[in-house]
C-alpha cells in the first residue's frame, strides 16, 4: 500500500525559507488518479491546508499562504516538495503531506505522512 | 479562523451514541461534499468518512455521516474508548479545502 513519508530541517529560522519533501512509496506519484497536498497543524490547533500539486505540475494553493507557497514535484525520484518562504514563529507547526483521490473535495484525504515538526525559532 | 463550527468538546460512556454537528454554509457543506477525520493522539489524521456519508475500507460501521443544507454530522454508535479523540470534518469551500474547528470526544 502506499505510503508517505515527509522530510527536511526541524529548525527554521526566522525571515528564512521553509523546505521540506514528500516521498511516496508502493505507489506511482505520476498516476493521473490522485492529487498530492500539504497540511499543517499549530501546536494544539487544528487542520490547515495549504495547497496541492498534480503530477503534471499544476498546483493549487491556500489564497492566504499563496504569496509565500511553492510546491513543486520531481517524478524520477517519486517525491514532492513544500517550500515557505520569509517563515516567521507563526509558521511553527507539524506538517503533513497527504494524498487525495480524483476529483478533489470528494475523496478525502487518504493517506497521510506521519507529520514532521518544524519550529521557528533564531 | 476555520469557517466549519465545531462543538469543542463531546463525551460518553461505552456504548452510547455521540453525535458531532459541523455547520458551515452554502459556500462550503450546502455545495460541496464532507469528509471527516480522526485524530487519535499524536498521529496523523485517519480518513473517516467521504463524499458526505461513505466510508473507506476497514473503517469500522459504528461511524456513520449525514449532511442536510449547510450542516453536517458524524455519528458514532456503540462508543468504544479506542475512539476517544480528535474529529475533524472538512469541504471545499470556493477552491480551498477548509477542516472544521475540530471536536474531543471523550469516553467516560
Known amino acids: 500500500q502506499v505510503q508517505l513519508q515527509e522530510s527536511g530541517p526541524g529548525l527554521v529560522k526566522p525571515s528564512q525559507t521553509l523546505s521540506l519533501t514528500c516521498t511516496v512509496s508502493g505507489g506511482s506519484i505520476s498516476s493521473a488518479d490522485y492529487y498530492w497536498s500539504w497540511i499543517r497543524q499549530h501546536p494544539g490547533k487544528g487542520l490547515e491546508w495549504i495547497g496541492y500539486?498534480?503530477?503534471?505540475?499544476?498546483?493549487y494553493y491556500n489564497p492566504s499562504l499563496e504569496s509565500l507557497v511553492t510546491i513543486s514535484v520531481d517524478t524520477s525520484k517519486n517525491q514532492f516538495s513544500l517550500k515557505l518562504s520569509s517563515v516567521t514563529v507563526a509558521d511553527t507547526a507539524v506538517y503533513y503531506c497527504?494524498?487525495?483521490?480524483?476529483?478533489?473535495?470528494?475523496?478525502?484525504?487518504?493517506?497521510w505522512g506521519q507529520g514532521t515538526t518544524v519550529t521557528v525559532s533564531s | 479562523q476555520s469557517v466549519l463550527t465545531q462543538p469543542p468538546s463531546v463525551s460518553g460512556t461505552p456504548g452510547q451514541r455521540v453525535t458531532i454537528s459541523c455547520s458551515g454554509s452554502?459556500?462550503?457543506?450546502?455545495?460541496?461534499?464532507v469528509t471527516w477525520y480522526q485524530q487519535l493522539p499524536g498521529t496523523a489524521p485517519k480518513l473517516l468518512i467521504y463524499?458526505?456519508?461513505q466510508r473507506p475500507s476497514g473503517v469500522p460501521d459504528r461511524f456513520s455521516g449525514s449532511k442536510s443544507g449547510t450542516s453536517a454530522s458524524l455519528a458514532i454508535s456503540g462508543l468504544r474508548s479506542e475512539d476517544e479523540a480528535h474529529y475533524y470534518c472538512?469541504?471545499?469551500?470556493?477552491?480551498?479545502?477548509?477542516f472544521g474547528t475540530g471536536t474531543k470526544v471523550t469516553v467516560l
Open positions: 463524499g458526505d456519508n
Open positions: 497527504a494524498r487525495e483521490r480524483a476529483p478533489v473535495g470528494y475523496y478525502g484525504l487518504d493517506v
Open positions: 500539486i498534480f503530477y503534471s505540475g499544476s498546483t
Open positions: 452554502s459556500s462550503n457543506i450546502g455545495g460541496n461534499t
Open positions: 472538512a469541504s471545499w469551500d470556493d477552491s480551498l479545502n477548509v
